[in-house]
């Protein structure tokens, strides 16, 4: 069987001046530090990729809170796995924001993923649904519009080749 197992680490680092909320502009300058381990195995007949990150964002725009971030992913397609097999044709990732001031929670997302691989084919049809929870110490002051937390639901259809 040919392919190959790999893995990575390495840093990265981000900056802007731009942040986006609701569809509008915000002056913000802005700076992101990330760590990530990740790992990916290519076989002819089946993929797994995985990562891990901690991370920081920092903002200079007062009402736009500070962060750090935890994250896992994983991700495995198998054309040789029973269509129904949620270990083998499936994805999750989930990511946790929390306040750097105060170590409390601001944004929770998990997302799940069922990969149906096409039979005789080298591509899968995928179906994700998620939550995104968004508490309300996200944003303070003049950009604090919201009277609470709030959920958005993703649902994420796509091709995977």
């Given at each position: 069987?040919?392919?190959?197992?790999?893995?990575?680490?390495?840093?990265?680092?981000?900056?802007?001046?731009?942040?986006?909320?609701?569809?509008?502009?915000?002056?913000?300058?802005?700076?992101?530090?990330?760590?990530?381990?990740?790992?990916?195995?290519?076989?002819?007949?089946?993929?797994?990729?995985?990562?891990?990150?901690?991370?920081?964002k920092f903002h200079d725009h007062p009402d736009i809170t500070d962060v750090y971030y935890?994250?896992?992913?994983?991700?495995?397609?198998?054309?040789?796995?029973?269509?129904?097999?949620?270990?083998?044709?499936?994805?999750?990732?989930?990511?946790?924001?929390?306040?750097?001031?105060?170590?409390?929670?601001v944004q929770h997302t998990f997302y799940a993923e069922k990969k149906f691989p096409q039979?005789?084919?080298?591509?899968?049809?995928?179906?994700?649904?998620?939550?995104?929870?968004?508490?309300?110490?996200?944003?303070?002051?003049?950009?604090?519009?919201?009277?609470?937390?709030?959920?958005?639901?993703?649902?994420?259809?796509?091709?995977?080749?």
């Open positions: 069987m040919e392919g190959g197992n790999k893995g990575f680490m390495g840093y990265l680092l981000s900056a802007g001046a731009l942040h986006i909320k609701d569809n509008v502009l915000i002056d913000d300058d802005w700076a992101e530090v990330e760590w990530k381990i990740k790992g990916d195995r290519d076989y002819p007949n089946q993929n797994l990729s995985w990562s891990f990150r901690i991370g920081a935890v994250s896992a992913r994983r991700s495995r397609l198998d054309f040789e796995a029973e269509a129904s097999s949620v270990l083998h044709n499936s994805a999750f990732e989930y990511k946790f924001l929390f306040d750097q001031k105060h170590r409390s929670a039979k005789g084919k080298k591509y899968a049809f995928t179906l994700g649904v998620g939550v995104i929870y968004d508490k309300d110490r996200k944003y303070t002051g003049a950009l604090d519009d919201r009277d609470g937390d709030s959920y958005s639901v993703i649902i994420r259809p796509n091709i995977e080749f």
